[in-house]
C-alpha cells in the first residue's frame, strides 16, 4: 500500500480539515490554507478566496511541486510556501495555514513558544519557534518558513500566523490545535508582551 493518500482521501482530508479550523476559530473568513500530498510531485491545494468552512470537493486544486495547475483553478496565494516545504522535505505529506488567535498574537509579537510549558507540549509538539517576517505570497517568506520543516513540527510566522505540517493532514491540523493550546497556557501564564 502506497504512503500517499489517493485523491479522493486528500480531498476529504483537506474538506474536514477546513471544517474544524473554521468552526473552532483558527482561521477567519478566507484565511488559511491546506494541502496534501498525493504523489512524489503532487498535491492537492484550497482554492484561493474561499472560507475553509465552506468548501466543495469540486473546488480544491491539483498542483504539481512547480505550482502548475493540474486540476480546478487558482490556489491560494500561499502555495509558494506548501511547496517549498514539500520539496524541503519528502517526509511532510500535509501542511495546514491558519490564524489561531493566540498563537498569531505570539507570533505577531516576535516570541517562539517553549517546548517546556507543558509536558504534553514537549513530548508531542516540542519549540516552535519564529520564521522572520517576509511579504505574503513571496518566495522569501516561503524559504523562510520551509527552512524550519526538518527539524520542527510548525513554525509562528512573524505578523502572519502559523504554519504546521505532518505525516497527513490529521497530523497537520492537530499540530496546529497543540500549537494553539500551547499559546493559550503560555498566554495564561503571562509569557507574551505587546511588540515593541
Given at each position: 500500500m502506497?504512503?500517499?493518500?489517493?485523491d479522493?482521501?486528500?480531498?476529504?482530508?483537506?474538506l474536514?480539515?477546513?471544517?474544524?479550523?473554521?468552526?473552532?476559530?483558527?482561521v477567519?473568513?478566507?484565511?488559511g490554507?491546506?494541502?496534501?500530498?498525493?504523489?512524489?510531485?503532487?498535491?492537492?491545494a484550497t482554492?484561493t478566496?474561499?472560507?475553509k468552512?465552506?468548501?466543495?470537493a469540486?473546488?480544491?486544486v491539483?498542483?504539481?511541486?512547480?505550482?502548475?495547475v493540474?486540476?480546478?483553478?487558482?490556489?491560494?496565494?500561499?502555495?509558494?510556501?506548501?511547496l517549498?516545504?514539500?520539496?524541503?522535505?519528502?517526509d511532510?505529506?500535509?501542511v495546514?495555514?491558519?490564524?489561531?488567535?493566540?498563537a498569531?498574537?505570539?507570533?505577531?509579537a516576535?516570541?517562539?513558544l517553549?517546548?517546556?510549558t507543558l509536558?504534553?507540549t514537549?513530548?508531542?509538539?516540542g519549540?516552535?519557534?519564529?520564521?522572520?517576517?517576509?511579504?505574503l505570497?513571496?518566495?522569501?517568506l516561503?524559504?523562510?518558513?520551509?527552512?524550519?520543516?526538518?527539524?520542527?513540527?510548525?513554525?509562528?510566522m512573524?505578523?502572519h500566523?502559523?504554519c504546521s505540517?505532518?505525516?497527513?493532514?490529521?497530523?497537520?491540523?492537530f499540530?496546529m490545535?497543540?500549537?494553539?493550546?500551547?499559546?493559550k497556557?503560555?498566554?495564561?501564564l503571562g509569557?507574551?508582551?505587546?511588540?515593541?
Amino acid at each position: 500500500m502506497s504512503r500517499y493518500p489517493t485523491d479522493s482521501e486528500a480531498r476529504e482530508a483537506i474538506l474536514d480539515c477546513g471544517r474544524r479550523l473554521y468552526e473552532r476559530g483558527l482561521v477567519a473568513a478566507n484565511d488559511g490554507n491546506i494541502t496534501a500530498r498525493v504523489s512524489a510531485r503532487e498535491v492537492w491545494a484550497t482554492p484561493t478566496n474561499v472560507s475553509k468552512g465552506f468548501m466543495s470537493a469540486d473546488s480544491l486544486v491539483k498542483l504539481d511541486l512547480d505550482g502548475n495547475v493540474l486540476s480546478g483553478s487558482k490556489p491560494s496565494s500561499e502555495i509558494k510556501m506548501h511547496l517549498a516545504i514539500y520539496r524541503r522535505a519528502p517526509d511532510i505529506l500535509a501542511v495546514v495555514h491558519a490564524h489561531p488567535p493566540t498563537a498569531t498574537a505570539f507570533a505577531a509579537a516576535g516570541i517562539p513558544l517553549s517546548k517546556s510549558t507543558l509536558a504534553e507540549t514537549e513530548a508531542l509538539l516540542g519549540e516552535i519557534p519564529v520564521a522572520p517576517f517576509a511579504p505574503l505570497g513571496t518566495a522569501e517568506l516561503a524559504d523562510g518558513v520551509a527552512a524550519y520543516c526538518a527539524e520542527y513540527k510548525g513554525v509562528l510566522m512573524a505578523r502572519h500566523g502559523v504554519c504546521s505540517w505532518g505525516s497527513g493532514v490529521t497530523e497537520a491540523l492537530f499540530n496546529m490545535e497543540r500549537i494553539e493550546f500551547t499559546a493559550k497556557i503560555a498566554y495564561m501564564l503571562g509569557q507574551i508582551k505587546p511588540p515593541t
